[in-house]
């Protein structure tokens, strides 16, 4: 069954900082990113990313500042709920198989026809074949397919991933490339950390990064793409 039609989204940072006792791992952080924007976040581990996509995902809960997701006329959107999340850590659970992970989060999400989309993503991941395995049983690269088809349940508007190539293999990396790009084709609004230039990085229609916690440059400022990505390598 086919999501409702999404309303396309932005997300606006406003002045986000984030303590951790004395430390801050965020300082002033603001971004408008408008709806079908591609956005990757680079910098040094530490930098801030995968705090600020947390925050966005709405999993952590910034020390002040404020977050909103903004439709294509600035107004304010209910879209905030369609959103997808991929973590550095997959997130998914080891003693279900990988059919039984995508019905539990399809049926939590209140997906209509769980089993057919859960079906149809295993599809598209590849893992049609192993739908019946075990996830403990999958390599990295497998559960990472796990993690996104996850995230794509329910159509997202706005697709947040933390450094989503991790652990696939060449076939993997071209099928999200494709993903990625229907996506944007579609108007749909994601934001990645990455780790220098990439076949996932080049897909990017903007580059952010941060240092200790601070944009420290933006392309959508007049900063160089290439110079941004080169430098999450440093």
Known sequence: MTAPPFTP????????????GSLYALRRVSLEVRPGELVAFAGRNGSGKTTLLRIAARLVRASSGSLSFPGPSGETTDSASRTGFVAHATMVYDELTAEENL?????????????????????EVE???RRKSLVRTFSRGMRQ???????????????LLDEPA????????????HTLSR???????????????SAI??????????????????????????????????
């Open 9 to 20: 989204t932005g997300i606006r940072f406003a002045n986000i900082e984030k303590r951790f």
């Open 145 to 159: 397919r796990v993690a996104i088809a996850r995230a794509l349940l329910n159509e997202p508007a706005v697709l």
């Open 183 to 197: 996506m944007r084709v579609e108007g749909r609004t994601v934001l990645m950390s990455v780790h220098g230039e």
């Open 201 to 234: 990085s080049a897909l990017a229609t903007r580059a952010v990064r941060l240092d200790a916690g601070s944009v420290v440059a933006d392309t959508m400022a007049g900063s160089d793409m290439r110079a941004i990505l080169s430098f999450a390598n440093a």
């Open 127 to 129: 893992l049609s074949e």
């Open 103 to 123: 019905l539990l989060f399809a049926r939590l999400q209140g997906i209509g026809d769980p089993g057919a989309r859960a079906g149809a993503l295993l599809g």
């Open 166 to 177: 991790t652990g696939l293999d060449p076939q993997g990396i071209t099928w999200l490339a």
